[in-house]
């Protein structure tokens, strides 16, 4: 069974850092890429970033490149995302998800339909 486990979300003040982690079992973790979303209330789920396997190469929406960084461990089966520079605007639920093409974040890497298997998501909130 797939299984996501999201961690590391909590109260920071605009400005701040979080770092977040997926933890994932139940599959080959080199064969899946990773994407990051995000949901506000009343807003629509939004792409956060997606992390290929083959090279780690990560691609990121408009709102946070520059600002976030996702990265893999392959020995820990965990997927990172460096949240820097936070603003209130990125309060949300960040959930990962599997790519359901496999390994590659492809070109429509940013629909949430791309993706198989979530996890519970993990609350962020930045104060401003």
């Known amino acids: 069974e797939v299984r996501l486990v999201e961690s590391g979300g909590g109260l920071v003040q605009a400005g701040g850092s979080l770092r977040l982690s997926c933890a994932a079992s139940?599959?080959?973790?080199?064969?899946?890429?990773i994407g990051w979303f995000r949901q506000a209330p009343g807003k629509e789920r939004e792409a956060v970033s997606c992390?290929?396997?083959?090279?780690?190469?990560?691609y990121y929406g408009d709102s946070v490149r520059g600002r976030f960084t996702t990265s893999r461990d392959g020995a820990k089966n965990t997927v990172f995302l460096q949240m820097n520079s936070l603003k209130a605007e990125d309060s949300a639920t960040y959930y990962c998800a599997t790519r359901s093409i496999g390994g590659y974040c492809g070109r429509t890497y940013y629909y949430s339909e791309a993706y198989d298997s979530w996890g519970q998501g993990t609350q962020v909130t930045v104060s401003s």
């Open positions: 992390i290929n396997t083959s090279d780690d190469s990560a």
């Open positions: 139940g599959f080959t973790f080199d064969d899946y890429a």
